[in-house]
């Protein structure tokens, strides 16, 4: 029997086999690049919480460019971020330029440039990089990820360097993504007002028709079969969260597999075991790290929400706690800007990631213990 292999990829950053739910963001970027020098698709700002798929996405966008002839320059914000895409331009205008290129029967020959040493200038670094593929009908695209850690200074110069090249006509893509919170703060910051004219892509929550439909797919391409009743247990555990609909088919696939000698069908038990199995996993992998190092204060008054409504009143939070909703409120926007917890309107928030107040329930006392509090 063929050796039967998981097709979902449940791992930070790891491209999945297929991207559900994302296609207009694809779109955008593919007309981007197709309508030329300064079009809007290739300037683009991906925003979303954690576990949303923006990483994915930008491997994603890359991978397109790639396949357009473009070349990439793949970045995380952190400190030195302009020196390293600088010498990332230069080290490889410097590979680009000695070579032959074959354009319409012609051979065309490059003579090397030395590589740089010490500090590069961004923009230079970028334009000559820029002119060298402009001979070979190439252009660039920069992708910057975790964006709202970025160095403000840092971000003020890539944003004007890239707004010069635009003003240049040079075949130039800017693609950024981090948590919304800390994007937004970000672009409307001083001096920033250029990266605010961004393309924005908020990633939604996935609709389940959509992850019912990609799971049958991928299930099916795999090499195992699915119950109608086990699709909708599975793609209704997700809620559309793109980091779910990998962790969830990857559970429901594997309990399908354990039984794959007698049946190749995935039954709704599987499903419910896998979705169990998921669950925990996402527990331990996203919301213990997203609440791991908050003071006491803040985890109090994640679970004063928790025992509210789905729409909690800052009110409700303060009674529970019995203390002034105002000696709350650096709390309230620690865990915001955290994107644990969003501002759903004046006076109410909404958890954030999918199954917090679940997370928040079950594993109380073991969260209030790590405080010494009984």
Not at 245 to 251: I, K, S
Not at 265 to 282: K, P, S
Not at 304 to 314: E, F, K, L, R, S
Request: proline fraction near 4%; include cysteine; charge should be negative.
């Amino acid at each position: 029997m063929k050796r039967l292999v998981n097709p979902f990829k449940p791992t930070a950053g790891a491209e999945p086999p297929v991207l559900v739910g994302r296609e207009k963001v694809i779109d955008d970027f593919s007309d981007g690049l197709a309508e030329g020098a300064g079009a809007r698709g290739r300037l683009m700002r991906i925003t979303g919480p954690r576990g949303s798929g923006k990483t994915v996405l930008l491997t994603e966008l890359g991978d397109l460019a790639r396949n357009e002839g473009w070349d990439v320059i793949d970045e995380t914000a952190r400190d030195g971020l302009c020196d390293r895409i600088a010498h990332a331009a230069s080290s490889e205008a410097s590979r680009a330029d000695l070579s032959f290129d074959l354009h319409a029967g012609v051979f065309d020959f490059h003579a090397a440039t030395p590589k740089p040493e010490g500090p590069c200038d961004l923009r230079d670094a970028l334009t000559k990089r820029l002119q060298v593929l402009a001979r070979q009908k190439r252009g660039l695209l920069i992708t910057l990820d975790e964006v709202q850690d970025a160095n403000r200074d840092e971000m003020r110069e890539i944003a004007a360097a890239v707004q010069h090249l635009i003003r240049e006509k040079h075949d130039i893509a800017f693609v950024f993504a981090g948590l919304t919170s800390g994007v937004l703060d970000l672009v409307n910051g001083e001096a920033l007002t250029f990266l605010r004219r961004a393309l924005p892509e908020e990633l939604a929550a996935i609709p389940t028709e959509e992850v019912r439909a990609a799971y049958r797919e991928t299930m099916v391409r795999s090499g195992l079969d699915i119950e109608d009743e086990a699709l909708s247990i599975a793609a209704q555990a997700t809620v559309g969260y793109a980091y779910l609909v990998q962790l969830v088919g990857y559970q429901v696939w594997r309990a399908g597999k354990g039984h794959v000698e007698i049946s190749k069908l995935i039954t709704a038990l599987d499903a419910r075991q896998g979705v169990d199995a998921a669950i925990d996993e996402f527990f331990d992998a996203v919301l213990e790290s997203a609440v791991a190092g908050l003071p006491l204060r803040a985890v109090e008054y994640l679970l004063a929400m928790a025992d509210g409504p789905d729409v909690c009143p800052t009110a409700f939070v303060a009674d529970e706690l019995n203390v002034a909703a105002a000696s709350l409120t650096s709390y309230r926007r620690m865990l915001i800007q955290r994107q644990i917890i969003e501002s759903h309107a004046r006076g109410f928030v909404t958890f954030a990631i999918p199954y917090t107040r679940r997370f928040l329930r079950e594993r109380k006392e073991s969260l209030l213990a790590r405080y010494g509090v009984q």
